[in-house]
């Protein structure tokens, strides 16, 4: 399970410190950051077993660094995410794969999201990405109304 841990160290926020945390933490891309309290914080993430094994493997981690450890929080990375105001990353898909689900072209795809009728992003000049959950969704609703307009009892 992934964990998110923040470290906080008895040492100011500055560009020396800031590249220490950086360079000692530099496998599990740190953020550093000024603590509500003007110190230095870091947070990382790490794999773990459970959260006992996160805090061990955390602790040990930031004890490389210089400065004295006065705070360690372990929080799994959902729930991180979540306090945070963070909003999980959407699966995407490709014009192919939006095809398949819509029963469409690729063609098509590219034809209805370049007319605004399908939610999505360029990527380059030739990609375009979709949210698998709006486009299962938009599927989802044609099978509806599709439905809706058929005539029960012909068999």
Same mark, same amino acid.
């Given at each position: 399970?992934?964990?998110?841990? %923040?470290?906080?160290?008895?040492?100011?926020?500055?560009?020396?410190?800031?590249? @220490? @945390?950086?360079?000692?933490?530099?496998?599990?891309?740190? @953020?550093?950051?000024?603590?509500?309290?003007g =110190?230095?914080?870091?947070?990382?993430?790490?794999? &773990?077993?459970?959260?006992?094994?996160? *805090?061990?493997?955390?602790?040990?981690? &930031?004890? *490389?660094f210089?400065a004295?450890?006065?705070?360690? #929080?372990?929080? !799994?990375?959902? #729930?991180?995410? =979540?306090?945070?105001?963070? #909003?999980?990353?959407?699966?995407?898909?490709?014009a192919?794969?939006?095809?398949?689900?819509?029963?469409?072209? *690729?063609?098509?795809?590219?034809?209805?999201?370049?007319?605004?009728?399908?939610?999505?992003?360029?990527?380059?000049?030739?990609? +375009?990405?979709?949210? %698998? %959950?709006? +486009?299962?969704?938009?599927?989802?609703? !044609?099978?509806?109304?599709?439905?809706?307009?058929?005539?029960?009892?012909? +068999?």
């Amino acid at each position: 399970m992934e964990y998110n841990i %923040r470290i906080e160290f008895d040492a100011p926020l500055d560009d020396s410190s800031a590249v @220490a @945390a950086i360079t000692a933490l530099e496998s599990f891309d740190p @953020a550093p950051s000024r603590s509500q309290l003007g =110190r230095l914080e870091v947070v990382f993430s790490i794999l &773990a077993e459970d959260v006992g094994q996160a *805090a061990v493997v955390g602790y040990r981690l &930031a004890s *490389a660094f210089e400065a004295r450890i006065v705070a360690l #929080d372990v929080l !799994r990375t959902e #729930d991180f995410d =979540r306090i945070n105001g963070f #909003d999980p990353m959407p699966e995407l898909i490709n014009a192919a794969e939006a095809a398949g689900i819509l029963g469409i072209s *690729a063609a098509a795809v590219g034809q209805k999201f370049t007319a605004g009728e399908l939610p999505g992003q360029r990527v380059g000049e030739r990609s +375009i990405i979709f949210s %698998r %959950r709006r +486009i299962e969704a938009i599927a989802g609703k !044609r099978v509806l109304a599709a439905s809706a307009t058929e005539d029960p009892l012909d +068999i």
